[in-house]
């Protein structure tokens, strides 16, 4: 049987994960996350896989974010190798983190509580408008007086 004419394999595996350690020489292990519905509750969970690849050059280091695909067994638990490393760790470290979006944080309090007009301010308690709306009535009552 010559090469043209054999069955092409099929493709390997390819995950995407965060490394959560490189202690190892040549191996790196990847916690891969995946989202799935609770079988019971129906609620949507995040499960985590934890896999271990083969580094050859150590590479790659705690916090990156790497691929890796599916390869023979390289050990007793090995059964992935490094692929490319798709982002490191200390990249944009020096940019601020911004949380959410004012919009956003709006459209998500308004679904979790149909009944209010507006979202809280951040920092503030729920007797901090009750306490601004009473000290502007009585500035309003005393302009119609006066």
């Not at 995946?34 to 499960?47: P, Q």
């Not at 490319?84 to 956003?104: M, R």
């Given at each position: ?5 054999a069955?092409e ?5 390819a ?5 959560v ?23 949507v ?18 916090g990156d974010?790497?691929?890796i695909?599916?390869a023979?067994?390289l050990?007793a ?14 990249l ?26 507006e ?10 408008p ?17």
């Amino acid at each position: 049987m010559s090469a043209a004419s054999a069955p092409e394999r099929g493709k390997r595996k390819a995950k995407v994960g965060r490394v959560v350690s490189d202690k190892m020489d040549k191996t790196i292990v990847v916690s891969v996350e995946r989202l799935a519905r609770h079988r019971i509750y129906k609620r949507v969970i995040r499960l985590t896989t934890k896999f271990k690849a083969h580094d050859e050059n150590n590479e790659a280091h705690v916090g990156d974010t790497v691929r890796i695909e599916e390869a023979r067994p390289l050990s007793a638990t090995k059964r992935w190798r490094l692929a490319e490393i798709v982002a490191k760790a200390g990249l944009g470290a020096g940019e601020g983190v911004v949380s959410e979006e004012p919009a956003t944080a709006e459209a998500i309090h308004m679904a979790a509580h149909p009944g209010r007009l507006e979202a809280p301010l951040e920092g503030a308690t729920a007797e901090a408008p009750v306490a601004a709306a009473a000290d502007e009535a009585p500035a309003q009552d005393e302009g119609v007086s006066a």
